[in-house]
């Protein structure tokens, strides 16, 4: 009962600043650029052959990777910023066993990030086949595959939010939490599987991909341990540096 | 009844010590000023009763139990820490949304405080456009959503116009007298002698006295004498805090003043006056915790004069 009342305190928290609603517009111009690409954009040799198949349509709505990048932005900055406004004394005064603060504080960041990136995905698919009646083609993805892409980015923006609120929580200041997401996500995961190849299959991209149905580089449920883990890992650490560190 | 509690508390970071072996005791039923000057250790003092920080040494409780036991906080201790723990971006009456959310106030109570602070005309406002004495009204709306019968306040005076620094003192008079406990710090001496039953005070981390401010206030003795040197020489000796008046006379804190009387005929100086002296909380305060060459002495003064007026 008390980590639901202090869940509710979080979704509140959240929804109560412009955050979110900025993220969901950045939501509404991705899937508005989706939309143009469909209509507006060719190939090198001038025909449409990128949206011909239902793989290619597919591969162009797969929208998990990037939603785990927004919301772990989305998460690093809903936390960090708790730290950077003193608003994590509240929060720690009504719950000072704080790991249950802090759980509910990722849930809360968990639900919001995972409904961000699925009505991502919605809007980029509604912006695609709203887009493709202006072309030759028909939309050729089956309701099935469909599901699938909307789980695995709802999924993706879960994830990416928990990593983020845990970096959020571990670095406590916007700026960095925000350089070290973009670092965690950009840059090392490309870096990595250029120094051993084997990473390769093992970042994000990689394995949202194979959640997403679009590549088959390890098997479906070692992907989704694997990007579990990806999460897990400074969620974790981020609830016992809180645990240990005094509020001052 | 909850009673505060410090048992010999002591935080560090790293080599500073911050709060030093400090044991004392807040009653309920009265308002209890916490004082000090800057850097004194009140906040991280009160930060370790609330369990934001860990003490190295000793603990803190409420009513027996450490914060982080009781069953429900929220609705037990009332708390004003910072003046700015406010997201700029939400409304007031959103802050205290969340605040009633999270610990199972009933919202009703958020319309009730935000008309007990005078905060309903801007309460739909971003808290980024409140003054400081705005923020200071929110933040004890929010220390009162619960309706606790534990105040513990830090500052909650500062940016206050003068109305709302009279309705703050009736408020807490109010909880007090109602057998609620106040422990609020402040640097508005004036106002805490006003307010206050009881002090404590701190100075680089240690207890310096405590006690009921009135008794204390009668605490000292005007002395004139033609021996002043000596007789400051040896009441400083004996422990006594000694500084000289606005008028020459010697000013003498921690003896009583047939002490004084009697060391003085043993020393053979002559005294032209010895009465009783009450003196001004800001004068009291000064002599407390200003650094002087007395200041060795003087940390046995305030043990006596703790001694000579126990909590």
Redesign the interface.
């Known amino acids: 009962m008390t980590t639901l009342r202090l869940i509710r305190g979080e979704i509140r928290k959240l929804g109560t600043t412009k955050l979110p609603w900025g993220f969901l517009m950045v939501l509404v111009v991705v899937a508005g650029l989706d939309a143009a690409v469909v209509a507006f954009a060719t190939d090198m040799d001038g025909s449409k052959a990128f949206i011909a198949t239902a793989e290619d349509q597919r591969s162009l709505m797969a929208f998990a990777s990037n939603a785990m990048i927004g919301t772990s932005l989305f998460g690093a900055i809903a936390v960090a910023r708790e730290y950077g406004h003193d608003t994590v004394v509240p929060m720690f005064l009504t719950s000072p066993k704080r790991y249950r603060a802090v759980l509910a504080q990722l849930s809360a960041v968990l639900l919001t990030g995972a409904t961000l990136a699925g009505a991502g995905q919605v809007l980029v698919i509604a912006g695609v086949a709203l887009a493709l009646p202006s072309t030759e083609f028909a939309f050729l993805v089956s309701t099935g595959d469909l599901v699938r892409l909307l789980a695995a980015t709802t999924f993706a923006g879960a994830i990416g939010a928990v990593l983020g609120a845990g970096l959020g929580s571990i670095i406590r200041n916007v700026g960095g939490a925000v350089t070290v997401a973009v670092l965690v996500l950009f840059v090392i995961p490309p870096l990595a599987a250029q120094l051993v190849a084997e990473a390769g299959s093992w970042i994000p991209p990689t394995l949202f991909a194979v959640i997403s149905g679009v590549d088959a580089a390890v098997s479906l449920g070692a992907a989704l341990v694997a990007i579990t883990a990806w999460a897990l890992v400074p969620a974790g650490l981020g609830l016992v540096a809180v645990q240990r560190r005094d509020v001052v | 009844m909850h009673t505060l509690e410090f048992e010999n508390v002591t935080k560090r970071y790293r080599h500073e010590v911050v709060v030093d072996d400090l044991t004392f005791t807040v009653l309920p039923g009265r308002v209890t000023g916490f004082l000090g000057p800057n850097g004194a250790g009140k906040s991280?003092a009160m930060?370790i009763l609330?369990?934001?920080?860990?003490p190295d040494h000793g603990h803190a409780t409420i009513g027996g139990k450490r914060?982080?036991d009781?069953a429900d906080?929220?609705r037990s201790?009332g708390?004003v820490?910072?003046p700015?723990?406010?997201?700029?971006?939400?409304?007031g009456r959103?802050h205290l949304?969340?605040?009633?959310?999270?610990?199972?106030i009933d919202p009703r109570r958020i319309s009730h405080m935000l008309d007990a602070v005078e905060l309903t005309h801007a309460a739909d406002r971003h808290v980024g456009g409140y003054s400081l004495g705005m923020r200071q009204r929110l933040g004890l709306a929010?220390a009162l959503l619960g309706d606790p019968p534990v105040l513990v306040l830090d500052e909650p005076g500062n940016g206050l116009d003068p109305q709302g620094v009279r309705w703050l003192r009736d408020l807490l008079r109010q909880r007090a007298a109602e057998g609620g406990t106040v422990l609020v710090s402040s640097h508005l001496l004036a106002e805490v002698e006003h307010l206050a039953d009881e002090v404590v005070v701190l100075n680089h981390g240690r207890l310096v006295v405590t006690g009921e401010l009135s008794a204390l206030r009668q605490a000292g003795t005007s002395v004139r004498t033609l021996g002043a040197d000596r007789l400051t020489m040896m009441l400083r000796a004996a422990g006594a805090l000694v500084h000289t008046g606005g008028e020459g006379e010697l000013v003498v804190r921690g003896l009583a003043i047939s002490e004084i009387g009697d060391r003085a005929l043993a020393a053979g100086i002559a005294l032209h006056e010895l009465t009783p002296q009450a003196g001004s909380l800001e004068d009291l305060f000064l002599d407390w915790t200003t650094d002087d060459s007395a200041a060795e002495s003087r940390g046995s003064v305030h043990e006596n004069e703790r001694t000579a007026v126990p909590v």
């Open positions: 991280t930060k609330l369990d934001l920080v860990k914060y982080r009781m906080p929220a201790v708390v820490l910072e700015n723990a406010f997201h700029p971006g939400r409304s959103n949304r969340v605040l009633a959310d999270g610990a199972g929010a």
